[in-house]
C-alpha cells in the first residue's frame, strides 16, 4: 500500500491542494464507497505526520473497520475508489484553471439545450476574455477552431440563415496545424541530434514552402517563433534567423505559456552554446546572457515558481564568462529565494565560490567550498573540479596532488554517465602530467601543450592552456 499509485499521487499534493480535496470528497454529490472518506482521513494524517507505517494494509483495514476481519479485496476496492475520486479532483482543478475550457463546454451545454440567448452571450463572453488575455500559444488558434465549430453547428441545428464566418473557422485551424507542425518539428530536429534517430517530417516542406509565398503568416506570433526556431536549428541562414527568433522573444515572450515559453528559449540557447563552442565567438556569449536575462524578466525559467538549481548555475557561468561580476553577485543573491530549498544552501555556495574565483578571490572561492557538503552528485562533480582549478592556479601542487586522488576516487565510486566520466578522468590525468612537468623541459611542454589541445571540452582545454602559458 506504501508504494501505491494512491498514496503516491497524494504525497504529491501541497497542503492547499489536501485541504480542498477533503472538501470535495465531503460533497454529497457524489455516491461513495463506503470507507473512501475514512481512507483519505488516514493516509492525510499519516503524510502530515510523516508516519508511513501506518500505512501497511493490514493496520489501515482496522482503522476503517475495526470488527471486521481483515479482507484484502474489499481494501483494494475502496483504495481504487478514492484513486478515481483523487484523480477527478485533479482534472477539475486543472479545469478550474481554464476559463477557456469552461466557455467550450458550457457553449456546447447551451447549444444541446437549444438555448440561443445563453449560448450566444458564452460565445461573446470566451471572444471577450481572449481578446483581452494576452496568449499566444499554439493551442490558442485550436480553441478558436473548437467555438467556431460550435457557432457553425448552433446555427445549422437551428436552420438559421444568418452570416458564417466559415473563413475565420479554417484559418484558425489551420494556423493551429501550422505552428503546432513547426513546434513538433523543432522538437523532434532537436532529438534527432541526440538520439542520433531519423523521422519523418509530415507535410512540414508543404507548410515550409506555404510560409514562404505568403509571409504574412509570420505575423500571428506562434507561427512567427516556431518557424524562426525551426530554420535556426536546421542551419538555414540560421543567424538571420536566430536574430528574428531573439527578436520575436522579446516581442512576444509574456504571451506563451511557460511550458511553452520555456522550450522556445532552450532552443534559443542551445544554438548559442553550440554557435560559441563552434567558432569560440563572444558575441555567442552575449547573446546568451541577453536571453537569460530577458528570460528572466518574463519567468521562463521558473517551474512552479521555483528556478532549477542547473539554469542558475547555467547563468551565472554565463556572465562570469563576460566577468559581469556586478550583475552576477547581484543575481546569486537575488534568486537565492527562488531556488528549492533542499538545494539552496549548497547552490548558493558554489555560485558564490565560482564569482570569488572568477574575481581571483581564491580565500574567499576555498571557504565557500569548505562550508558545503554538497550532496548533489554534479554539483559536488562542479565544485571538485573549481578546486582543481584553483589549485593549479595557486601551484599548490601538494594540496592538488591529494585532491586529484580523492576526486579520482569519488568519480570511480559514484553512478556517472560514460562521457562525464570520462571528460573528468582526462582533466585529473593532464593536471597530474602539469604538476608532473618540469618546467625547464620546453619538448616535455610542447608535448602537453599537443595533447592539450586535443581535449574536446573547450573550457577545459583554453583553462589547462592558459596554466601552461600557451
Not at 494576452?134 to 467555438?147: E, G, K
Not at 508543404?206 to 506570433?221: G, R
Not at 558545503?372 to 565544485?383: G, P, T
Request: aromatic residues 12%.
Amino acid at each position: 500500500m506504501k508504494k501505491s499509485q494512491l498514496i503516491e499521487v497524494l504525497k504529491s499534493l501541497s497542503e492547499r491542494e489536501m485541504k480542498a480535496l477533503s472538501k470535495y470528497l465531503a460533497s454529497p454529490y457524489f455516491d461513495k464507497r463506503r470507507g473512501v472518506m475514512q481512507l483519505y482521513e488516514h493516509i492525510a494524517a499519516a503524510l502530515r505526520a510523516n508516519d508511513v507505517a501506518v500505512l501497511d494494509k493490514k493496520h489501515t483495514y482496522k482503522k476503517l473497520f475495526p470488527n471486521q476481519a481483515y479482507k484484502d479485496v474489499e481494501l483494494r476496492l475502496i483504495m481504487s475508489g478514492l484513486l478515481r475520486q483523487v484523480e477527478g479532483f485533479l482534472a477539475m482543478e486543472r479545469y478550474q484553471q481554464d476559463d477557456m475550457a469552461q466557455n467550450i463546454y458550457l457553449a456546447q451545454s447551451y447549444r444541446h439545450r437549444k438555448l440561443a440567448k445563453p449560448f450566444q452571450q458564452t460565445l461573446k463572453n470566451a471572444r471577450r476574455a481572449q481578446q483581452k488575455k494576452l496568449s499566444y500559444n499554439t493551442t490558442i488558434q485550436f480553441r478558436q477552431s473548437l467555438l467556431h465549430a460550435e457557432e457553425y453547428q448552433f446555427l445549422l441545428e437551428e436552420n438559421r440563415q444568418g452570416e458564417r464566418d466559415l473563413q475565420a473557422w479554417h484559418d484558425a485551424i489551420n494556423h493551429f496545424f501550422i505552428a503546432e507542425t513547426l513546434r513538433q518539428a523543432c522538437i523532434m530536429l532537436t532529438h534527432e541530434r541526440v538520439a542520433e534517430k531519423d523521422y519523418n517530417f509530415l507535410l512540414l516542406s508543404d507548410i515550409l514552402k506555404h510560409i514562404e509565398a505568403q509571409p504574412d503568416l509570420l505575423e500571428i506570433p506562434s507561427i512567427n517563433l516556431y518557424y524562426h526556431s525551426y530554420c535556426t536549428l536546421k542551419g538555414t541562414q540560421n543567424e538571420e534567423h536566430f536574430r528574428q527568433l531573439k527578436a520575436g522573444i522579446i516581442r512576444y515572450g509574456t504571451g506563451f505559456s511557460q511550458v511553452e515559453l520555456k522550450e522556445i528559449y532552450t532552443l534559443s540557447i542551445n544554438h548559442c552554446i553550440r554557435q560559441n563552442n563552434k567558432k569560440e565567438d563572444l558575441d555567442f556569449l552575449h547573446e546568451l546572457l541577453d536571453l537569460y536575462k530577458v528570460g528572466l524578466t518574463q519567468d521562463a525559467f521558473l517551474e512552479n515558481g521555483f528556478l532549477s538549481r542547473w539554469t542558475y548555475k547555467n547563468i551565472v557561468t554565463a556572465g562570469l564568462m563576460l566577468k559581469e561580476f556586478e550583475w552576477v553577485e547581484g543575481f546569486i543573491y537575488e534568486y537565492e529565494s527562488k531556488l528549492e530549498r533542499r538545494y539552496r544552501k549548497d547552490s548558493f555556495s558554489y555560485n558564490l565560490a565560482c564569482l570569488y574565483y572568477g574575481k581571483k578571490q581564491h580565500d574567499k572561492a576555498i571557504s565557500q567550498l569548505h562550508q558545503v557538503k554538497f550532496d548533489d552528485v554534479f554539483l559536488n562533480l562542479n565544485a571538485r573540479n573549481l578546486l582543481l582549478k584553483i589549485y593549479l592556479e595557486l601551484e599548490e601542487y601538494e594540496a592538488l596532488d591529494a585532491h586529484l586522488n580523492s576526486f579520482e576516487t569519488f568519480i570511480r565510486r559514484k553512478k556517472i554517465n560514460n562521457l562525464h566520466r570520462a571528460n573528468y578522468l582526462n582533466i585529473i590525468k593532464l593536471s597530474r602530467k602539469i604538476i608532473q612537468l618540469n618546467p625547464h623541459d620546453k619538448a616535455a611542454k610542447t608535448v602537453l601543450i599537443k595533447e592539450i589541445e586535443g581535449e574536446k571540452n573547450p573550457s577545459t582545454r583554453a583553462f589547462l592552456l592558459d596554466i601552461l602559458g600557451a
